[in-house]
Every structure is written in C-alpha cells, then in structure tokens.
C-alpha cells in the first residue's frame, strides 16, 4: 500500500535531512549543446516582472529576455511579484515562483532519456512534464532540507532553510533522505555530484496511530502519491498528510501555473 498519513513527524540524523532535497519527474525531447558545448536546458517563455539571470562563471546579473536559452550553471532570480517560466530542452515546463533563487545543474538529453536537474535555495517551483512514448525523462529539483524521486507529470516544491515542502498533482513522489542516498553515491563514482539514481522504491503501510511523534530512520526509497504533501525540516523530522486542495487552489501561483498547464495542454 502507498504510504498516506495524517500530520505526524518522524525523526532521522539531522544531517541527512540537511543534506538536500530532489524531486524526479517523468516529459519529451530532442538533444542540445551551445557552439560552446554547454548543456542547454531550456528558454525563457514567460518572464514576468523583474527576472534576472546570471550566465555560468560570469558575475553580473542581467534582465532575463523572452526566448533566452538557458545553460547548465546559470542561475535566475526573481522579485517580489515576479516569476519565470522555463520551457526545457524538448518539452516540459518548469516555472519559478517570486523571490526564489535556482541554479540550473543538469541537462543531459539524447532521444530516449532526459535529465534536468536544479537547485532551488529560496522561493518554490512547478514542474510540469509528460514523457513521450518509449521515453524516460527526469526532473530533479534540490531543496536545503531532504531528498525525494518523483514519478509522474506534475509537482510544486517549496525551499527553506529550516522545512521545505513538496505537493504531488499527479502522479507519485519517492522520498529517500540524502546522507544515505549520497553516501551511496560515493561509494559508486567517488563523490556526491553525479545524478540521482532512482531505484525500485519501496511502498509502505501506513503505521498505526501512536500518542505523539516517534522516530524512524528512512533508509530505503517509499512512495506517495498525488494530492499529499511532504514537509521536511532541517532537524530531520517530516511530515506526510492529504493536504487541502480546495485551499491550495486558492493560492495564486498554483492558480497560475494551472491556468498556463490547461492553456498549454501540460
């Protein structure tokens, strides 16, 4: 059974739970390298209000342009009342809320499998991406606080410091925490910065009911599914619950990002 609870928080090492959180996503695609060979991973579609964009290595900040492509190391920025959609390299959207901040840290496209990857610091996203058939595509989002799979079309992921949330739309979420998945990371290639490999997760049933919060340790990927929310906060421990989508839906930036998806057929 899929791992639904009510409200309740659950303990593991703070350090894994700082270590960062990443959303993987299914989408369409064909490849893309500048005459550089920097990796493309979109174009600016929809920039609205003060969006600023800050090329690879270089210092300046600059106003991000209608149809600007977008690279592997850029970061964007966006102000009060501000945001950003990003079409990706084939397909997919994925649009950033105001006052966040994301760096842009994987594209790797070829006909069959894509990979983005982004970490956002502040603020939240949405994603928003359909595989073709026959096609595997992944969108994977980092947060400061923990670390999560996603398996479907549609998810909104929230940074801070001190708990960062994601809400499923559609399809499923896998949540592993990070120190475990890092360190089996290094043991495979050495260090920490490769992508997230996504393995079989495994579906929980849901604990029974205790008086108050109780400890466990996340060691193996689990999986939720859409209309639930994770909450995960910087001293290790989470909470997993159905939030309340009528309320949700009331919010602008998820009525915007609805409105765009049933517009764009996403």
């Not at 970490?119 to 996203?125: A, E, F, I, N, P």
């Not at 925490?177 to 997230?196: M, N, R, T």
């Amino acid at each position: 059974m899929t791992f639904l609870q009510s409200g309740f928080y659950s303990a593991i090492p703070r350090s894994a739970a700082i270590a960062g959180l990443a959303i993987l996503l299914g989408g369409p695609a064909p490849t893309g390298l500048s005459a550089q060979g920097k990796q493309l991973f979109g174009k600016v579609t929809f920039p609205l209000g003060d969006v600023q964009v800050q090329v690879a290595k270089t210092p300046d900040w600059t106003k991000a342009a209608m149809n600007q492509e977008l690279f592997v190391g850029d970061r964007l920025k966006t102000a009060v009342k501000s945001r950003c959609e990003i079409t990706l390299n084939g397909g997919g959207k994925f649009r950033i809320g105001e006052k966040s901040e994301v760096l842009l840290t994987e594209a790797k496209v070829t006909a069959l499998k894509k990979d983005f990857g982004a970490t956002v610091t502040r603020g939240q996203v949405w994603v928003a991406a359909k595989a073709a058939f026959g096609e595997t595509k992944n969108v994977a989002v980092r947060t400061p606080t923990a670390v999560a799979a996603i398996r479907g079309t549609k998810y909104r992921a929230v940074a801070g410091e001190e708990e960062s949330s994601v809400l499923v739309y559609e399809g499923k979420v896998d949540v592993n925490w990070a120190q475990g998945l890092d360190q089996s990371e290094e043991d495979q290639q050495g260090d920490s910065g490769g992508p997230i490999r996504l393995i079989q997760p495994t579906e929980v049933a849901p604990p029974e009911e205790v008086p108050g919060p109780y400890e466990v340790t996340l060691e193996d990927w689990i999986t939720i599914v859409e209309g639930i929310q994770i909450n995960v906060r910087a001293d290790g421990k989470y909470s997993m619950f159905e939030f309340d989508q009528a309320a949700d839906a009331g919010l602008d930036f998820v009525r915007w990002n609805k409105d765009l998806d049933t517009e764009q057929g996403e």
